[in-house]
């Protein structure tokens, strides 16, 4: 068990609906990470935040948008969902920034896009 | 850009034989390189890292690497495979941008057969 939690699990939707996935951090890590894993494009980091601000943006679509809360939870939101973004969604955490500092990833939202 | 490259996206080896994944990174300052381990259904676990302390670095479950910067290598090892080791292996580099994104290569899908 990494410490970070992400819900739900599994999550099924329609193509043009609205998803969020939802993840708390290690105790203590101020920085999140959202990475994408699918079978066409591996694995891609999308967003990062550091205490509540956005710090990095990888290849995110616009469709996307995410935020961290006071208490340090994030929250990834999909919308006008599309077949193509069914994929593993993955979120991360780490203590600071520090290229060498360990990133812990939670177990991850399977979302499938019907 | 960095980038990383592993070689072979799937490997077979027998119980007790060594384990050999290869990756090889693209920077142009010294990196700092990861391997992650995915279990079906699970998230990703670090197996080790190379934060330039010492080029041969030790993990858990007996795994190690060694970091070659003439070879631009970073080639996961291990000498006597566990049929608990069937998994799917990553390497990755750290950005050096300074926000620690990992940048991951396509991953290598282990199986051992007894």
């Known amino acids: 068990d990494s410490g970070v939690t992400q819900t739900p699990k599994h999550l099924i939707t329609a193509t043009g609906q609205r998803v969020t996935l939802r993840c708390s951090p290690r105790?203590?890590?101020?920085?999140v990470y959202w990475y994408q894993q699918s079978l066409d494009q591996g694995l891609q980091f999308l967003i990062q935040?550091?205490?509540?601000?956005?710090?990095a943006k990888g290849n995110i679509l616009e469709r996307f948008s995410a935020q961290q809360f006071p208490d340090l939870h994030s929250e990834l939101n999909l919308s006008s969902l599309e077949l193509g973004d069914s994929a593993l969604y993955f979120c991360?955490?780490?203590?600071?920034?520090?290229?060498?500092?360990?990133?812990?990833f939670g177990p991850g939202t399977r979302l499938t896009v019907l | 850009a960095q980038s990383v490259t592993q070689l072979g996206s799937h490997v077979s080896v027998s119980e007790g034989a060594l384990v050999l994944l290869r990756c090889n990174y693209s920077s142009s300052v010294p990196p700092y390189l990861f391997w992650y381990v995915q279990y079906p259904n699970q998230g990703l676990q670090l197996l080790l890292k190379?934060?330039?302390?010492?080029?041969l670095v030790k993990g858990i479950n007996g795994f190690e690497a060694e970091f070659k910067k003439s070879e631009t290598s970073f080639h996961l090892t291990k000498p006597s495979a566990h049929m608990s080791d069937a998994a799917e292996y990553f390497c990755?580099?750290?950005?050096?941008?300074?926000?620690?994104?990992?940048?991951f290569g396509a991953g290598t899908r282990l199986a051992v057969h007894p």
């Open positions: 991360a955490s780490s203590v600071v920034l520090a290229g060498a500092d360990t990133q812990y």
């Open positions: 990755a580099v750290s950005d050096l941008s300074g926000y620690n994104k990992l940048i």
């Open positions: 190379y934060t330039s302390a010492a080029t």
């Open positions: 935040y550091y205490n509540g601000e956005e710090r």
């Open positions: 105790s203590g890590d101020l920085s």
